[in-house]
């Protein structure tokens, strides 16, 4: 499967904890992003790396997140300090173009 | 970002053309307007883009009149596995991809 790679598929932590999801992109993809998508709404823009360097940040983006795309392949996004108000499909996607975009299946994340 | 509005549901029977219009009226003159797809549990996926007139793939079709203020999805003979959330978005010159609520479809059996 060449598709966009997510893991893990599904996280369950306690508040406080902090947690890390990884992404591994197709790989010729230099554009690599991070959405953050809540029941009953649309995926939210988080973060853009285009090959290595971070470019964009949502004000979504709090200081308790953080993300990197080490030598422009795969990425992690890691939250510290979880909240309950964390909780959400957090979805990767990778394009060559900004318009068509690739996801990957998500990680689910359940803050208890 | 071009603003883009959409209903928010829409139900249909299987075998029915269903058609969705999305509004976009401050679309500037080097966008295009993307769909993409999402089934629960899913990752969403690009289904069609287009600039002008009319655009048609395996999946669907897509028209655009002339003004580009206003583009409208048709899925043909929908079966029951199109029920998906539908994204209306013109992207173009922006780093990121503003999705909104889209259109919940829902198909009837």
């Known amino acids: 499967d060449t598709g966009v790679s997510q893991n893990p598929r599904h996280k369950i932590t306690k508040r406080g904890q902090n947690v890390t999801f990884r992404c591994d992109p197709i790989s010729e993809h230099n554009r690599l992003y991070w959405y953050r998508q809540t029941l009953g709404q649309g995926p939210e823009f988080l973060t853009y790396?285009?090959?290595?360097?971070?470019?964009?940040k949502s004000r979504l983006l709090s200081d308790r997140f953080s993300a990197e795309r080490p030598k422009g392949s795969f990425s992690t996004l890691e939250i510290q300090r979880t909240e309950q108000g964390d909780s959400a499909m957090y979805l990767c996607?990778?394009?060559?173009?900004?318009?068509?975009?690739?996801f990957g299946q998500g990680t689910r994340l359940t803050v208890v | 970002l071009a603003k883009t509005t959409q209903p928010i549901s829409m139900d249909s029977y299987e075998g029915q053309e269903v058609n969705i219009t999305c509004s976009h009226n401050?679309?500037?003159?080097?966008?295009?307007i993307t769909w993409y797809q999402q089934f629960p549990s899913q990752g969403p996926r690009f289904i069609i883009q287009g600039y002008k007139t009319k655009v048609t793939n395996e999946v669907a079709s897509l028209f655009i009149p002339a003004d580009r203020k206003s583009s409208t999805l048709s899925l043909p003979r929908v079966s029951l596995s199109d029920t998906a959330v539908y994204y209306c978005l013109v992207p173009t010159g922006a780093n990121n991809l503003f999705f909104g609520t889209g259109t919940r479809l829902t198909v009837i059996p």
């Open positions: 790396f285009q090959n290595e360097a971070q470019l964009e």
């Open positions: 401050n679309i500037a003159t080097n966008d295009y």
């Open positions: 996607a990778s394009s060559l173009v900004v318009s068509e975009a690739f």
